[in-house]
């Protein structure tokens, strides 16, 4: 039963946009879909492998800049951006990791963060190539229903699951994750740790990209604030994975589910306006004090957790 | 034959010695012990040959290649496994999987690693806590956690860091059983250890080194009669 959870919850989401739901929901759940990629790829790196980045913006950015300068230059359907990043984010993560993979901990995680905040003002200061901070606009939509939107994230999504599960149950994953409990300790063991954290960081970075690409595809405008945001992008991602469960297959969809809708629900209080942070910056701590392992890795314990709440 | 030579080897950090102008080799299948007094050099020796270390002076060659240089990595491919004094189990993953991890250096294949991994765990007697997550283990099971994880790299060379320190009797005796399998399987062995009556019935020959200088080298035997040995250990005897 266990086996076929996956595919049940596949068939599920696909049978979802059929009970008529409004344009807004089907919004939220195309944004909870691609959240989940993200989620599922930061994991990749940061969960399995340990590498804990603090700059995904910078490989969905260029995902999403990859579909619109195709589009804004060369007059392309910025659908074929969506392939087209997987190789141009592949060459950024490579040339990336080269960079910041020399580092360990802490180092690692500021360098990541700063990758990110240098191809946000790259990006603002590169008009001529990107647009500046006018960004690009796609003028003619592909599809006014979301539908569609929905069943192509959905199947990037289902991709995304199979292979990251395929990835984690074979020798890379247990590569991934030796290098993350001890990087000495792997080293020694025969496993080219510099090799093994580039492939993690580049199939990371890939994924995010084509989430990118979607999202220029389904937004239609895109500005380096936008893509290249270290608190809506970077920090939200590492939210989602951290929220759902770090290491987990599940956790970065659970994330991504409970993130997006809260976010939704807080922004649509009057009068909190950006408070959604100040929620999110709570909820990061709760987690981290009560559930380690988010609430997919620490299920057990939040369900005691929730009966010792209802007795008292 | 000799398996492993050491030509020379000196290293500093900064203006110390840790070692200096070391020579030796380790033939092979036997069972060479490396001991000397606290700060000797013996698991920076290690480390230059299992090539965290890059030696500052000085060659290590294994199997008539130079080693010194290359990367940790490259050397336990090429066949030198080690153990850590301060253990460094894969925390989080469980014994079993943290074999199947070093198992994966020479197949591809998760099932080959597996059995790999099972067959040495089983060789190691870990096989009833295979399940356990390694975090949770006892210092004696995490010493042999060590071994099992060098072996399953398929090692023609094992470098033992201090197997046997804070283990029970009892744990000692079943740590000695494993090292004369493991030789009897063709493994050449290099051993650091400061449990004198293990050292002395377990090697072949022994290297001594005191502050990073080699200053004797033989059969336990001669060791043991050594004075300038009996002097670094036991401290110089002064005339009152």
Redesign the interface.
Known sequence: MKKYFPLIALALLSILPLIGLSTYMMHIVILVVMWSIIGMAWNLLGGYCGQVSFGHAAYFGVGAYTAGILYSKLGASPWWGVLLSIVVVTIFSFILGYVVLRLRGPFFALATLASGEVMRVTAENWVGFTGGTLGIMVHERTWVEKIWYYYIILLIAAVTYFLVKKLV???LG??F??IR??Q??????????TLYKTIALCISGVLTGIAGAFYMNYMGYIDPHVVFALHDISIITIMIVMVGGVATYWGPFVGAVIMVFLAEWVRSIPGLGAAHQTLFGVLLIVIIIFLPNGIVGDYKKLKRLVGLGRTS | MSLLEAKNVSMFFGGLAAISDVSFEVKEGEILGLIGPNGAGKTTMFNVVNGFYKPTKGEVFFKDKKISGLKPHQICKMGIARTFQVVKPLQRMSVLDNVIASAFLRVKGRAQAEEIALETIKFTGLYDDREVISKGLPLGKRKKLEIARALATQPEMLLLDESFAGLNPHELDESIEIIKKIRARGITIMIIEHHMKVIMSISDRIVVLNYGEKIAEGTPQEIANNPFVVEAYLGEEKSA
């Open positions: 149950e074979s020798k247990y590569y994750v030796a409990e001890d000495d300790a792997a080293e020694s063991l025969g496993i080219n740790t």
